[in-house]
């Protein structure tokens, strides 16, 4: 028995009939074809499909659809402003912090929560904030100097 | 003079997928899509006396299922390329029929409407198995108290002895001989998107795409052709965007083939996701060798040979490369040093696992921690610095090429200096004198060296089992852009961003207007794709030829436009010209003064496909197409030293330092190159001290998930300080080696070499992987 969800993704507001055990990843990627969000693991380990729940950053490969009903969601794709880059996909394409790109935007959304949670994170604070996010290529240097990156672009962004 | 090469710039690929609109397999959506889902095999041995889908197709959603018998006639094994002498190869067929060999072994595949459907119905398949005894232990297994092919009688399933030199004599005239058992634990290769495969047929056309996530689009589409039995140029393959390999999708697999046969079957596309368990079950694994060295030195530290009897772990059934695999060891047990008497005794072994193949290093990792372990272990024995018994056996950077005694020629290399830099970098006496005041505090540090030598730019077509060359066209387009087309198959490595480097300064043209078409097979022409750290070193030299043949045509055109000798014309980033001398001289053929002294590469390119203004011999449009086949492999170098400290309480290993000195040759893109390098090292960390694929007793799988397989994490790892020499490779006009998998074969033994140092207070010469903090804890904990 489907079940209807009302929720704003990337700043749009849908109502879809889902069934109740449609994974929130699943819902993303086949009812809103917004594929940027990536399953790498089914077990919430590798972070690929981390979004922001109403600011808060989740793995969407083990949340229902439905247990987001009435939230805001935006993903990788709903992360850029205006056509402007968010200052960590930035920092990303400027330090390597990508390979094959299949974790990046977990990665980059994990980044930007922590750069939320601490505009100004140490690299021990930045890799103990990803921990929950598994990249094989990178060996993670390049992804931590991308969120030094945007945490600097960020303070003289708004100087 | 170069704008491009050598230089830092940023990836072209990169705006796609910091976006979130790359397309991976599973992101291309096709109407109708059915979805398929596989029942595997619980059991790591076992007979199957019946599949009943029966309830399965009463489900919804469900459109049909397959099983062993349905398809064992339709669909051909899947292939294996490794051609060894008297090489036993098992039947491998797509769905298994009589028996199961391995946990994960596809038994059936459910095809429904949607993939919940699909998976709903997998359990709804009922197999009647009857258990049969497993065989795990690689050793156990060679003895063949238990069967696993039965029309083989044991379970050997080949045997090979390699090297070269009398290695009796060099033993026997040796002051001191050393053996140490050593395992290389399996692995799994763990790309973070997992396999995927689409495949549409086009019942009209009869044509069938098939969408797959692999390095090898090309030798794959030929493979499939076989099994499916459709021809070959009615097959197109396409890797979209490939979320990392490392060999792993090096291979051709069953639900490759059985994706393409269903999508023919139903008229429909077909659409199956790998599962991480699935990828845990029926992804290759790598590594899995248990082996016993045995090295002979004199009392000055020169070594005088080397022998590696080894038992090689290849799982239930050969997948493309797994029996070559341990071939490649052979190949590398000379390392970075002069051993006059080397030998390698291979024993290829069948087990009830999944099979292993090529995973990031494929055969090199385990040569280069054999033969490191084993300097160091010399080191141990004659009391000597590890620094010194390694610099007393390298070949002079004099001596190259050099023959080494596996039957190698080492193109160039300079490896003195490497481990001079490492040390500088380092500061390694300093080092040294920390770590004996750290142990006098009671801590335990230990200083690490690996110095290795690597085999790349597979290779030579004589040496591969299916060509070494690569291919390249380069196509000027009317308007002036520049499209490449590569055999390579990138998926990370940032080839559309290096070949582009290369494309654009050897044409003077911004880096921008050039792209690089890769994956498409109905595009580009025949090419052999990605591994092997091959794709700049082979691939790149054929871009780099290909424009020149081009720039040839390109010269000759321009001077019919100047209307001067063709010999006379000079091309100089995106220019030809002629200068102004000869230009007033003109033609001496037409006597007429020219109208131009120069046009852009844009202007001729635009001139080549309206062909009214071009020589009467020369054919319209502006394309070359190369193939390159490199006379011999490249041999990259390096030096890591690695500082442990290790938690006396908890067994805990941390690593403190991480040096790297690598020599790739000429580097493209240096900022391309730190990355392959960081991603190499942290999975031979992943070896030395968290990662290992663990089968039970009765085969069972107990690293079934991510949850139970740890991947290194960003927390777990050292800042990485990275150096390099640079030694051009005499291979290529380009001059590189390649570098995607250094790291990981350079890493590993810096990493134990620096545990045991930390240990050798309890008197421990040698541990094995992973360097659990358990295993260190009672070692401490014991002492």
């Known amino acids: 028995m ?151 672009r960020a303070v003289t962004g708004k100087s | 003079m170069s704008k491009f090469v050598g230089k830092r710039i940023k990836r072209t690929e990169d705006p796609r997928l910091i976006k979130g609109l790359a397309h991976y397999v599973d992101d291309i959506r096709l109407p109708d899509t059915l979805h398929v889902a596989f029942v595997r095999s619980m059991y790591a041995h076992a007979r199957i006396n019946g599949v009943d889908a029966g309830e399965a197709l009463k489900a919804p959603g469900v459109v049909a299922v397959y099983t062993g018998k349905d398809v064992a006639q339709k669909i051909g094994p899947v292939p294996c390329a490794g051609a060894l002498p008297d090489l036993r190869v098992p039947d491998y067929r797509v769905l298994a029929t009589d028996k199961v060999l391995f946990v994960g072994h596809p038994i059936a595949a459910v095809v429904a409407t949607d993939r919940y459907a699909a998976r709903d119905a997998v359990d709804l398949v009922s197999v009647d198995y009857e258990e049969l005894p497993a065989v795990i232990d690689v050793e156990e297994a060679a003895k063949g108290r238990d069967v696993i092919h039965e029309e083989f009688g044991d379970n050997i399933a080949y045997k090979l002895t390699s090297g070269e ?191 292993t193949d090529a995973y990031r290093g494929a055969g090199r990792p385990e040569a280069t921690y054999v033969v490191e372990r084993a300097i160091d272990l010399v080191a141990a024995e004659l009391k000597m610095d590890p620094l010194e018994v390694r610099r007393k056996n390298f070949p002079a950077a004099s001596e190259f090429p050099f023959h080494t005694a596996t039957g190698l020629d080492y193109d160039s290399g300079d490896y003195e200096a ?50 070494g060359w690569e291919s390249a066209t380069v196509r000027i387009e009317p308007t002036g852009k520049v499209t490449i087309m590569t055999g390579a198959s990138p998926h990370g490595q940032g080839q559309e961003t290096s070949f582009a480097q290369i494309a654009a300064d050897e044409l003077g043209v911004d880096i921008n207007d050039v792209t690089v078409i890769h994956g498409d097979t109905s595009i580009v022409q025949y090419g052999i794709g990605t591994f092997g750290s091959r794709a700049t070193a082979v691939g790149g030299t054929a871009v780099l030829i290909a424009i020149q043949r081009l720039i040839e045509k390109a010269t000759k055109i321009a001077a019919h436009m100047m209307q001067v000798e063709a010999a006379k014309v000079k091309f100089h980033e995106g220019v030809f010209s002629v200068a102004a001398a000869a230009a007033a001289a003109g033609d001496s053929s037409t006597s007429t003064a020219p109208s131009r002294t120069s046009v852009s590469i844009q202007e001729v390119a635009l001139a080549a496909h309206v062909a009214k203004e071009i020589p009467p011999d020369t054919e319209p449009g502006l394309s070359a197409t190369y193939f390159f086949e490199p006379k011999n492999f490249t041999f990259p170098f390096g030096t890591h030293i690695c500082v442990v400290e290790i938690d006396k309480d908890t067994g805990e290993t941390k690593i403190v330092r991480y040096i790297a000195v690598d020599d790739c040759g000429k580097v493209i893109n240096p900022m391309l190159v730190d990355g392959q390098v960081h991603g ?102 014991g002492g």
Not at chain 1, 123 to 148: D, F, K, P, S
Not at chain 2, 431 to 455: C, D, P
Not at chain 2, 719 to 735: I, K, M, Q, Y
């Open chain 1, 2 to 152: 489907k079940q209807a969800i009302n929720i704003n993704v990337n700043g749009v507001a849908r109502t879809d009939e889902v069934e109740p055990r449609l994974l929130l990843v699943h819902y993303l990627r086949e009812v809103l074809a917004l594929t940027g969000t990536h399953v790498g693991c089914e077990t919430s380990i590798c972070g690929a499909c981390t979004v922001m729940l109403d600011g808060q950053a989740v793995k969407s490969c083990t949340m229902f659809a439905v247990q987001a009903n009435g939230g805001n969601i935006t993903t990788i794709e709903g992360l850029a402003t205006n056509g402007e880059l968010h200052a960590v996909q930035e920092g990303f394409w400027e330090q390597h912090g990508l390979q094959c790109g299949y974790c990046t935007p977990g990665m980059i959304m994990a980044g930007a929560q922590l750069l939320d949670r601490n505009a100004d994170p140490s690299r021990e604070e930045i890799r103990h904030g990803l921990e929950g996010n598994l990249c094989r290529c990178t060996g993670y240097q390049h992804i931590v100097e991308a969120v030094e990156y945007a945490a600097k």
């Open chain 2, 165 to 355: 030199g009398d290695i009796e004599a060099a033993m026997k005239s040796s002051d001191h001989v050393v053996k140490q058992r050593m395992v290389h634990q399996r692995l799994a290769p763990i790309a973070m998107e997992p396999r995927g495969v689409l495949a549409r047929y086009f019942p009209g056309e009869e044509e069938l795409t098939i969408w797959s996530s692999t390095q090898i689009p090309h030798l794959l589409r030929t493979q499939l052709a076989l099994m499916i039995g459709i021809p070959e140029n009615k097959l197109r393959v396409i890797t979209p965007e490939v979320g990392g390999g490392f060999g792993s999708k090096l291979n051709v697999y069953a639900e490759e083939a059985l994706l393409g046969w269903i999508s023919i079957q139903l008229g429909k596309p077909a659409k199956w996701i790998e599962t991480r368990r699935e990828n845990m079950q029926a992804t290759i694994h790598g590594r899995g060798q248990v082996g016993y060295v045995e090295i002979g030195c004199r009392n000055d530290g020169t070594i005088t040979g080397l022998r590696y009897n080894v038992f090689a772990d290849l799982g239930a059934y050969h997948q493309l490369l797994t029996p070559a695999i341990p071939t490649l060891t052979g190949l590398m047990l000379s390392g970075a040093y002069k051993i006059p008497a080397i030998q390698m005794n291979v024993t290829g072994v069948f087990t009830n696992k999944m099979a």
């Open chain 2, 418 to 467: 490497a481990l001079n830099k490492a040390i500088e970098r380092s500061d390694y006496q300093k080092l040294r004198a920390e770590q004996k005041k750290a142990r006098a505090e009671g801590k335990l540090v230990g200083i690490g060296v690996s110095s290795y030598v690597e085999i790349c730019a597979l290779g030579p077509s004589q040496a591969m089992p299916a060509g």
């Open chain 2, 680 to 781: 190499g090292i942290v999975q031979a960390i992943g070896q030395a001290l968290y990662e290992e694929v663990v089968y039970d007793e009765q085969g069972q799988l107990v690293t079934g998930e991510l949850m139970d397989y740890a991947l290194p994490k960003a927390s777990q790892l050292p800042w990485f300080e990275l150096d390099r020499t640079e030694t051009p490779s005499p291979v290529n006009p380009l001059g590189v080696k390649g570098v995607g998998e250094a790291g990981t074969i350079g890493a590993t033994p810096a990493i134990v070499n620096a545990i045991v140092d930390a240990l050798s207070q309890y008197g421990v010469k040698h541990i094995d992987m992973p360097a659990r903090p358990e295993m260190i804890w009672r070692i401490i904990a």
